[in-house]
C-alpha cells in the first residue's frame, strides 16, 4: 500500500500521513484504532513495543 492509501482509509492527506511516520505529528488514537485493523495487528506492534503481531 502506498501512503496516499493509507492515508485515504485514515480520511487525511498523504502529507499528514508522511508527518505520522516520520515522527513529526503525533498519531491520533482514532487513527491508530484504524490502523490496527487495516493491517489486523495490535497496537503494541504498530507502536513498535513488540515484535508480537
Not at 501512503?3 to 482509509?9: G, K, L, P, S
Not at 487525511?12 to 485493523?37: F, V, W
Amino acid at each position: 500500500m502506498t501512503q496516499r492509501d493509507v492515508a485515504d482509509y485514515l480520511g487525511t492527506s498523504q502529507t499528514m500521513y508522511a508527518r505520522y511516520e516520520r515522527g513529526a505529528n503525533e498519531l491520533p488514537i482514532r487513527h491508530l484504532l484504524k490502523l490496527c485493523d487495516l493491517y489486523n495487528t495490535s497496537s503494541d506492534y504498530i507502536l513498535g513495543k513488540t515484535d508480537k503481531k
